[in-house]
């Protein structure tokens, strides 16, 4: 013998101790984490931008998620107490990597383009596009890393 849900009125089988159609258990308490199987997915949390520590709550508890970024030294975090998201700050010693990177791969390109403009020679300069590219990416990196370098220490 069975019992019937005092939220739903569904019939569960005697071993259930919570309905599988509304999550409410036995004493009639619904669970408000339950969702139903044919349900979407909830929407992620919302994020608040980069920090050490959860902005909301300033708890260090947090379980690992995919970063949305495309530099990332560590995962985005969710914080466990109040399932804020966030994201760890870039270390220093990352960001003045890539100064001093890009830096060299842009002054790089730039000689290697005045290079071959000054060779003349038609195709050097079409090949030159390789290094057009190199030098826009080395740009990137300084931007990325000064940036980082100029947000406030902590």
């Known amino acids: ?15 259930f101790d919570a309905c599988w159609n509304c999550g409410t258990d036995r004493a009639g308490r619904p669970d ?14 919302p994020s608040a931008g980069v ?6 709550c300033g708890s260090v508890e947090y379980r690992p998620i995919r970063p949305d970024g495309w530099v990332t030294y560590a995962p985005d975090r ?26 060299a791969m842009l002054l790089g390109a730039v ?14 300069i079409v090949t030159g596009v390789s290094d057009v590219l190199v030098g826009l990416l080395g740009g990137i990196a300084v931007r990325y890393g000064v940036r980082v370098l100029r947000r406030p220490a902590g």
Do not use: H, K
């Open 111 to 124: 000689a290697s383009v005045l290079t071959r403009l000054a060779t003349g020679n038609l195709l050097a």
């Open 78 to 103: 969710i914080c466990t107490g109040c399932g804020m998201r966030y994201t760890p700050p870039t270390p220093r010693w990352a960001a003045v990597t890539l100064v001093l990177v890009g830096s």
């Open 1 to 15: 013998m069975g019992w019937v849900c005092q939220s739903c009125r569904e019939e569960i089988e005697e071993p």
């Open 51 to 56: 920090s050490a520590v959860c902005p909301a």
């Open 32 to 45: 408000s984490a339950f969702r139903r199987a044919d349900e979407p997915d909830p929407p992620p949390p």
